[in-house]
């Protein structure tokens, strides 16, 4: 079954420092990944997205990398602010039972950042 | 340009009641598609449009029916609401499949008791 696993379920940083984010997806086969900030009460809104071509792929201080010999991705984010704290999501796209694409969403990793 | 809306935020149904949640886009996209978020769990696909006038069963579409009899909107119904339905329910949109962009609305809280 096409999975995405992420880690950790939740983090505090200190606001100012530095984190990173993991994700290990088994879906295939393996279309794009997208990262996903979602405030709390929220609809999701997109980070990156990355295709098996890409390694990195930069928003401001959101940096996603991509392994696709591994499938694993990881969302580094610099500098945190306290408006970093939300849910951050990883989405890969594989495919639907019928043979159409779909989005697989991961469980999220809340992050938590205090002044 | 409101993006991607919904209506209502906020809904308590008994069990076995109905009710449809309206998705509204202001975008132009082709694709539309009808999400629900569980604690613990990542968003599941229940139903997706891929043009006006059509419509496609996602991952988890047993108790859930749609239409998108103009582009702009997209319905959800609950013929005969469960518990099992208690969730948040989040409508997106996108201009194509592929690595476009889906633009989230802000949910909708449904409990049914």
């Known amino acids: 079954k096409n999975q995405v696993e992420q880690s950790p379920q939740s983090l505090i940083i200190l606001e100012g420092k530095n984190c990173t984010l993991q994700c290990n997806y088994t879906v295939s086969p393996f279309s794009n990944l997208r990262w996903y900030k979602q405030d709390t009460g929220r609809g999701p809104v997109s980070l990156t997205i990355m295709t098996f071509s890409e390694n990195t792929k930069s928003n401001g201080r959101y940096t996603a990398t991509l392994d696709a010999d591994t499938k694993q991705s990881s969302l580094h984010i610099t500098a945190s602010q306290l408006s970093d704290s939300a849910s951050y999501i990883c989405?890969?796209?594989?495919?639907?039972?019928?043979?159409?694409?779909?989005?697989?969403f991961g469980s999220g990793t809340r992050l938590q950042v205090q002044p | 340009n409101a993006g991607v809306t919904q209506t209502p935020k906020f809904r308590v149904l008994k069990t076995g009641q109905s009710m449809t949640l309206l998705c509204a886009q202001d975008?132009?996209?082709?694709?539309m598609y009808w999400y629900r978020q569980d604690p613990g769990m990542g968003l599941r696909l229940i139903h997706y449009s891929v043009g006006e006038g059509t419509t496609a069963k996602g991952e988890v579409p047993d108790g859930y029916n749609v239409s998108r009899l103009k582009k702009q909107n997209f319905l959800l119904g609950l013929e005969s609401a469960a518990p099992s339905q208690t969730s948040v329910y989040f409508c997106?949109?996108?201009?194509?499949?592929?690595?476009?962009?889906?633009?989230f609305g802000p949910g909708t809280r449904l409990t049914v008791t």
């Open positions: 997106a949109s996108s201009y194509r499949e592929g690595t476009y962009e889906q633009y």
């Open positions: 975008m132009n996209h082709e694709y």
């Open positions: 989405v890969v796209s594989g495919p639907l039972d019928t043979g159409r694409r779909a989005l697989t």
